[in-house]
């Protein structure tokens, strides 16, 4: 079973829309780094660039840690399996997180703002900005006063600790095909709220863009492995408490 049409053409929307951003601003930062200094006609406006504590900054560093487990994930599975269904849907996942997190941390490079905020708690960008914000009530998503705590490996909502990273290493065969389906379960769940909060707060439209797009396929890959669970018998676990 492999991820619906509607999932990649979602993907591929945000994907484009972003890759034709990154390439204007390229284009914008080179004309300025050419410049002599000479001012031809009237000085053009300088382009605004989120601050390093903004949803947008925030949401780009954290989402490229996140997508990184994702595509570690896809490649541990891919190794011990020969369910070609599942290899293949490992693969789209890695590729598409892996594109992503390139989108990411590129605006990063061109906002010429740091990759890791030194004394920022992860997802401290969306705590910081719920109260208020355009009448949404958000202080029930993760990160938001919910309490959770970075464990064992695991800095946000959905990912694996190191333990559970060590489970599936060790795991075969069907066992690691659920076990996978499980983690990245959860996995999405955690990257679709925090997708949300980009949606809601960041203020670069080819990054809100890029975040709805996120949760669409994202959310249609969840239906996804719940089918493909439910045909090898198994079901994504219980939410756990925060």
């Known amino acids: 079973m492999t991820v619906t049409a509607r999932a990649r053409r979602a993907r591929w929307a945000a ?11 390229g ?9 002599d200094g000479t001012d031809h006609h009237a000085a053009a406006p300088a382009p605004q660039v989120p601050a390093t504590d903004s949803a947008d900054a925030g ?17 541990i599975v891919r190794d011990r399996t020969d369910d070609e269904d599942v290899r ?3 693969y789209d996942i890695a590729n598409t ?8 941390l590129g605006w990063l490079d061109l906002w ?15 705590a910081e900005r719920h109260e208020g914000h355009e009448g949404h009530d958000m202080a029930g998503m993760p990160g938001m006063g919910s309490g959770y705590e970075a464990h064992d490996g695991s800095l946000m909502p959905g990912m694996a600790t190191r333990t559970e990273l060590g489970q599936l290493r060790r795991a075969s065969g069907e066992q690691a095909e659920i076990l996978y389906l499980q983690l990245m379960t959860d996995h999405h769940e955690g990257g679709v ?3 949300r909060g980009c949606a809601r707060l960041c203020t670069v439209k080819a990054e809100k863009r890029l975040a709805q797009g996120m949760v669409e396929g994202q959310r249609s ?4 492995m719940a089918r493909m669970l439910a045909d090898r018998g198994a079901a994504p676990r219980p939410a756990k408490a925060p």
């Open 221 to 224: 890959e969840l239906d996804a």
């Open 15 to 25: 994907g484009s829309a972003v890759a034709l951003a990154v390439l204007c601003a």
């Open 97 to 104: 997180q892996a594109n992503q997190r390139g989108m990411l």
């Open 27 to 35: 284009a914008a930062t080179v004309a300025s780094a050419r410049d």
């Open 88 to 90: 293949r849907f490992a």
């Open 59 to 75: 949401f780009a560093r954290d989402m490229a840690v996140h997508h990184q487990q994702a595509v570690e994930m896809s490649f």
């Open 112 to 126: 010429e703002l740091p990759k890791a905020a030194a004394g920022q708690e992860p997802m401290a960008w969306m």
């Open 193 to 195: 709220d925090m997708a």
